[in-house]
């Protein structure tokens, strides 16, 4: 989600707990007022405002983190290292002098599965890229994080996927 809707959602939640502490409160004053016969020296009154402050802390704690995300918190940045990662590519050349940048921004099993995707011209059925250090789940789980990064795309065909070279 992004942080301006959780913001609102949270400052939502802030003021239906100030409704909840407001409705306690009367409840419990009435509550006071009828069974205490000692008047304001009663301590009950002092519990009451006791859990009445410390109840409105709580509540505007919550308020002030939902101030915080909607008007001065940073979207994720997920999306601007996709877009780095392509303006780094110069077009139409696979090699891997291209992707020298992005390359030195991966793990080692990722420079191994991208630099087989880049050896082989953008292109390849990911069953090739299994191997003895490798299993086929480990590839699937490597793609499925070079994907996310936006590096690579995977098309199924027949029983196997074509992994392709995103540029």
Not at 6 to 22: D, E, K, N, R, S
Not at 24 to 29: K, L
Not at 116 to 140: A, C, E, F, P, Y
Request: with cysteine.
């Amino acid at each position: 989600m992004k942080n301006r809707i959780v913001g609102i959602l949270v400052i939502v939640i802030a003021a239906f707990i100030g409704f909840i502490i407001f409705s306690f409160n009367r409840a419990m004053v009435s509550i006071v007022e009828t069974s205490c016969s000692h008047g304001p020296t009663c301590p009950m009154w002092g519990t009451i405002d006791f859990q009445t402050n410390f109840s409105i802390g709580i509540m505007l704690i919550v308020a002030v983190i939902g101030v915080y995300l909607t008007f001065f918190g940073e979207e994720e940045k997920i999306i601007t290292k996709i877009r780095t990662f392509k303006q780094q590519i110069e077009p139409n050349k696979i090699t891997k002098g291209n992707y020298k940048k992005i390359l030195s921004m991966l793990s080692a099993e990722e420079k191994t599965i991208f630099g087989k995707i880049i050896d082989s011209q953008g292109s390849v059925l990911q069953s090739d890229l299994i191997n003895q250090n490798i299993n086929k789940v480990r590839v699937t789980r490597i793609l499925d994080r070079l994907e996310g990064k936006g590096l690579v795309e995977r098309k199924r065909r027949g029983m196997t996927n074509v992994v392709i070279l995103k540029r």
